[in-house]
């Protein structure tokens, strides 16, 4: 936000329901069958089995186009590349 990529519309108070943020899974790249979570809240990663991290999404670092693929994706109800790319293989 601080780059100066995106217009600053508004400012509005972030809502109690997002203050959490949801867990995310690490899959090890040079070692596919080893997993951990991680917690965006505190920053505490920890071991963990491939069924515990099903469902999660992959934590990453996004750059500024690939937000706004994924975004444009969503509002017309389509699969993002991204998203797809980084799913548990």
Known sequence: MSTGLWLKVG???IREDLK???MQCIQDALNETQFELYNPNT???TKATR???EGLEICAVWEAHAVEERII???NGVPNFWVESMKIK
């Open 51 to 53: 069924e515990e991290c």
């Open 73 to 75: 994706d969503h509002y």
């Open 43 to 45: 920053g505490e990663v």
């Open 11 to 13: 400012k509005l108070p």
């Open 20 to 22: 959490i943020l949801p």
